[in-house]
């Protein structure tokens, strides 16, 4: 049984596929989008716990305007969003998000995920 859902949303094939097989090993049910659209329609039809994001995609949204819907949507969402490029204090994020600057390792990642997810004993109380 999965601990937690995590949509992965990165235009990187390989990041996607590497970060998604990481986080499966460490027992998340992974979803996987490659855009903000992908994103969006995948966030519309199932439950999602966690969202990483890289913050660079192609198209005219981009991983900084999905975390804004995701907030303005008032969904209780974990965040880790990810960029080479951008910086952490660029845009104020939601509560319950971080910011891991790429490129980063996977062991971070994983640890990133468990800072913004809540446990289950923070669930049953």
């Known amino acids: 049984m999965y601990s937690s859902t995590v949509l992965v949303v990165d235009d990187e094939p390989l990041i996607r596929m590497l ?14 989008a490659s855009n903000v659209l992908e994103a969006v329609a995948i966030l519309g039809n199932q439950q999602i716990d966690a969202l990483v994001t890289d913050v660079d995609m192609p198209g005219a949204l981009n991983g900084f305007d999905l975390v804004d819907l995701v907030a303005k949507c008032g969904r ?19 509560s319950r998000s971080r910011f891991l600057p790429k490129p980063y390792r996977l062991s971070d990642m994983i640890s990133a995920l468990s800072e913004v997810l809540p446990t289950e004993r923070s669930i049953a109380s």
């Not at 209780?76 to 845009?91: C, M």
């Open 76 to 94: 209780r969402t974990a965040i880790v969003i990810t960029s080479g490029r951008h910086t952490a204090g660029e845009r104020p994020l939601p």
């Open 19 to 32: 970060l998604a097989e990481a986080l499966e090993d460490e027992g998340y049910r992974v979803l996987k």
